[in-house]
């Protein structure tokens, strides 16, 4: 590539990275984050309009394979919320998650993927805001990062 | 060029490895060159990086599944050699076993799988013919023996690696499991029949050469320089010094392998993946050196064992010291055969090969570097092995047995090439009547 | 009848062959049941011989390691052409093996440490004469064309490859197993609270106790039960070599998975503990996991 080329590459990459809207799947745990996002919605609290939620159990129950699937299928980031350490109802399955989390950042940053596009939080059902704050941080940081590159490709 | 006819046999066949032939003719017929193109490569010195140096011999062997214990030796010294880690005696017993195991059943699939056919089919026979599988219909005595010395041989080294292919055991430090007395009554057993199997090889191989006495002694008869492994002038395969001789016969280097990056240069030809090792010094293509059998016979001064030396005794006696008739392997690797099956019995009559003091539990990764060298079947392997303090490797260098002796194939393809070509010599060499007609 | 069978070898370490082999004496029982069209390592066919066979001709194509050099695909896409039941012998061909786990890097970046930059190189340069040239990634051969039998395994151990023969000479169906390496394991098992994660050479193993217990990285519980468990038998972990069980998408995820459950574990501890998770937990089937499929886009579009 030409200098002028690639400045023009670049600069198209720019103008597509302004009108990239990220996709992002939420998996919420039921008993937490799930009623929270639903009071964020019920209280009209301002949200981001891009992310699909997922209600399960207990997010022990999120088998890594399905935030790596969700990533697969053209995700632009996968956000995991659930019970604060000690309010699980299953006891410990957020702690599991907890532990599943540190081990799938580290793998995706080996394999060359930004371990930003996952991301765990807590948020309890009367925290409507904090979840509601923690979508908006979320696609703000996979603005940055741009598309996921598999749909990048499509 | 269009004046030339281009002969490419594709594969080469009864090899383990991907490897195709260029023969390029001149409209004169005179041979233009002669190419090993060694088709493929996948990268195993970049891919040991980020890796915990203790999982790397059981990464390694997947280098080749025909001669794994060898890696898998080789990579587990490195690393010890990087972490300044000194086995206990009876786990270096095991794992000298170990080799020999593997040493006894990869020449004999050698021999008999790979070489034989040729002799025992004839070369001009018919590919449907020509191969272990037409051997075992027609001569079912040779073929049910040739399987029972090599099942001898990988059922040893799954005993003591775990698996035959792609052996688990070795581990920094020692050995992760040691070896039972059953097994070792078991195998003492066997080894006794075994050492009739072993004599009646030697026998064949000994008439396959007397029969194609014309094709060992004028067909592909190239000098090179020869590089292998001996202990106080003894020819071994675990632990030992490196030797290089010249083509004249003259031991030039005699070195730690520890050391080998002073007299090994990889030449990296336009058409292979598989490099061309070479004595450094001497530069290439002059410093063009071999490997494997015949090579650790021509710079070892002696066998290890008394059986095996006598054959040697024989060898040199009709054929002489260096020997250079690329077709005189055969009967290097049988002479090593007998070598490997009496080390095994050795071995397996100390009584620190039932020891449990096999590993040690203190083991400490360091920052370092480690270089792991062995004699696998098919010449000198070295694992050179960089860590960080974590004991996580960082660089890699790997100088696979075979690499050595690509050049060496080359030139004695090309020799080869202008026999037949050229001067037509294969019709006018004697040949027996094929044992398998 | 004899049936008319192929083994073929893409980039590999030859080892499944081997195991083949390894049946020995019971070689003899199988070989008179084959006519034998192609098999490099043994016979003298080439490619020319397999190439000028009518298409669905052979009626068992065996095909070991996967496709790093066109000429492997090339092979690969013949053998299907020929082959009436195509089957992925090995975990090479199955999941891409050892040597997927390339796919971390780019293949300028492996070009040049094996062929520029290799401390023994005296005059570096790549490779380009009558030689194939490289795919950029590994994938599993059953990305690249339909197969109809997986039969894994680094290399599958010889039983392995005679029970699915033997299968395929009856006409029989040849199924994976739903079972995992500690289904198959004598160890004794307890209750899992890892507390610790040792590395191999630490320490010294309890030989009746199961290692996972004992806080050594043994992976039979996420792996598929073909093997009679080799490694831990004795007394060295298993590293996943045959694969997960059928169904289990991506062996690492699962992995993951149940780490999650039994380690105790504080998340700097785990990280610590794991600075190579992708070497750990896709030993052979790197190129299969979801994340090597991932960064397969990324470097395609890149190029
Ligand atoms: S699956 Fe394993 S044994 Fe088979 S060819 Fe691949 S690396 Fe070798
Ligand atoms: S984890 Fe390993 S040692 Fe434990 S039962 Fe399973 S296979 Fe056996
Ligand atoms: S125990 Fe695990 S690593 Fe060992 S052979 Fe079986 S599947 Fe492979
Ligand atoms: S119940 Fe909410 S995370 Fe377990």
Not at chain 2, 170 to 179: D, K, L, Q, R, S
Not at chain 3, 271 to 284: C, H, I, N, R, V
Request: net charge neutral; charged share 25%; proline share 7%.
């Amino acid at each position: 590539m030409t200098a002028t080329t690639q400045r023009a590459a670049s600069r198209t990459k720019a103008k597509e990275r302004a009108r990239f809207e990220p996709r992002i799947v939420a998996f919420c745990c039921n008993w937490c984050s799930y009623a929270g996002a639903d009071l964020a919605g019920t209280s009209r609290m301002q949200m981001p309009p891009n992310i699909r939620i997922i209600r399960v159990n207990c997010t022990g129950r999120i088998d890594p394979s399905f935030i790596l699937d969700a990533l697969y299928e053209g995700a632009d980031g996968v956000l995991v919320s659930g019970c604060h350490p000690g309010d699980c109802h299953y006891t410990s399955g957020n702690l599991r998650m907890r532990s599943r989390y540190v081990l799938l950042k580290r793998l995706l940053e080996q394999a060359g993927i930004e371990p930003e596009r996952v991301h765990l939080q807590w948020a309890s059902a009367a925290e409507g805001d904090v979840f509601a704050q923690g979508v908006t941080d979320m696609v703000e940081r996979i603005r940055r990062l741009g598309p996921n590159p598999v749909r990048r490709r499509r | 060029m269009t004046d030339e006819r281009v002969i490419r046999v594709e594969p080469v066949t009864r090899l383990e490895g991907h490897g195709e032939l260029t023969i390029r003719l001149g409209t004169d017929g005179k041979v233009r060159a002669v190419q090993f193109n060694v088709s493929s490569t996948r990268f195993f010195e970049k891919f040991l990086e980020g890796r915990y140096a203790e999982e790397a011999p059981r990464i390694a062997p997947r280098i080749c599944g025909i001669c794994p214990e060898p890696h898998h030796l080789a990579s587990v010294k490195a690393v010890e050699a990087a972490w300044g880690v000194h086995p206990p005696a009876p786990a270096v017993k095991l794992r000298r076993l170990l080799i020999n195991a593997k040493q006894y059943s990869s020449h004999a699939l050698h021999f008999f799988a790979l070489a034989a056919p040729d002799f025992l089919a004839g070369p001009l026979g018919e590919p449907a013919k020509r191969n272990v599988v037409a051997i075992i219909k027609a001569l079912p005595d040779v073929g049910k023996m040739a399987l029972q010395v090599m099942q001898f041989g990988q059922e040893l080294a799954a005993a003591v690696g775990g698996k035959a292919i792609h052996p688990v055991t070795a581990v920094p430090g020692g050995m992760m499991n040691p070896f039972s007395e059953e097994k070792r009554d078991e195998f003492l057993k066997r080894a006794e029949q075994a050492m009739e199997w072993t004599e009646r090889t030697l026998d064949l191989a000994k008439k396959v050469v007397e029969d194609y006495w014309d094709v060992v002694t004028k067909f592909a008869v190239v000098p090179t320089y020869y590089l292998g492994m001996h202990n106080k002038g003894a020819l071994e395969i675990y632990d030992g010094k490196l030797r290089v001789m010249s083509p004249e016969g003259e031991v030039v280097e005699d070195f730690n392998p520890k050391d080998y990056r002073k007299y090994y240069g990889e030449y990296v030809p336009d058409h292979s993946y598989a490099t061309h090792i070479y004595y450094r010094p001497v530069g290439y293509p002059e410093g063009i050196w071999r490997a494997n059998s015949l090579a650790r016979i021509n710079v070892a001064d002696r066998m290890a064992t008394p059986r095996a030396q006598e054959a040697l005794e024989e060898m040199r006696e009709r054929l002489g010291r260096p020997i250079h008739a690329t077709f005189a392997y055969h009967w290097a690797r049988v002479i090593e055969l007998v070598q490997a099956l009496e080390e095994i019995t050795v071995l397996l009559e100390d009584p620190d090969i039932v020891s449990t003091d096999v590993k040690l539990s203190d083991v400490e990764p360091r920052r370092g570097e480690g270089v792991g060298c062995v004699e696998a079947p098919r010449g000198t392997l070295v694992h050179n092995y960089w860590t960080d303090e974590r004991g996580i490797i960082t660089k890699a260098n790997l100088v696979v047995a075979t690499n050595n002796n690509i050049a060496g194939i080359e030139k004695s393809l090309l020799q080869a090439a202008r026999q037949v070509f050229e001067e037509h010599a294969h019709e006018s060499f004697s040949l027996p009547r094929p044992m398998i007609p | 009848m004899t049936k008319r069978a192929a083994f073929a070898q893409l980039s590999s370490c030859w080892g499944c062959d081997q195991s083949l082999v390894d049946l020995h004496l019971k070689l003899l029982d199988v070989l008179p049941e084959l006519e034998i069209v192609y098999w490099p390592a043994v016979v003298d066919y080439k490619l020319k011989d397999l190439e000028n066979l009518p298409d669905r001709s052979i009626h068992f194509g065996f095909v070991e390691g996967s496709c790093r050099t066109r000429e492997d695909e090339h092979l690969l896409r013949t053998m299907r052409a020929k082959s009436k039941v195509l089957v992925a012998w090995g975990s090479c061909s199955c999941y891409g093996g050892v040597q997927g786990l390339a796919n971390q890097w780019t293949l300028k970046e492996l070009l040049e440490r094996k062929f520029l930059k290799a401390e023994t190189i005296t005059d570096g340069r790549i490779p380009d004469e009558n030689v194939p040239g490289f795919k950029e990634d590994i994938r599993p051969n059953p990305d690249v064309v339909p197969f109809d039998v997986l039969l894994p395994g680094c290399p599958p151990t010889s039983d392995n490859t005679a029970e699915a023969l033997s299968a395929l000479l009856a006409g029989q169906p040849f199924d994976l197993p739903e079972k995992t390496v500690c289904d198959q394991c004598p160890k004794v098992r307890e209750e899992k609270h890892i507390k610790v994660v040792h590395r191999t050479h630490e320490g010294k193993v309890d030989p009746e106790r199961c290692l996972l217990d004992q806080g050594y990285l043994c992976l039979g519980f996420a792996t598929i039960g073909m093997c009679g468990a080799q490694c831990p038998s004795v007394n060295t972990p298993c590293k996943g070599c045959f694969g997960p069980p059928p169904g289990i998408k991506d062996h690492g995820a699962k992995i993951i998975s149940a780490l999650g459950a039994i380690a105790e574990m504080s998340p700097e501890e785990l990280k610590e503990a794991f600075p190579d998770p992708l070497g750990s937990f896709y030993f052979t089937d790197y190129a299969a996991s979801y994340l090597s499929r991932l960064v397969g886009h990324t470097k395609e579009e890149e190029q």
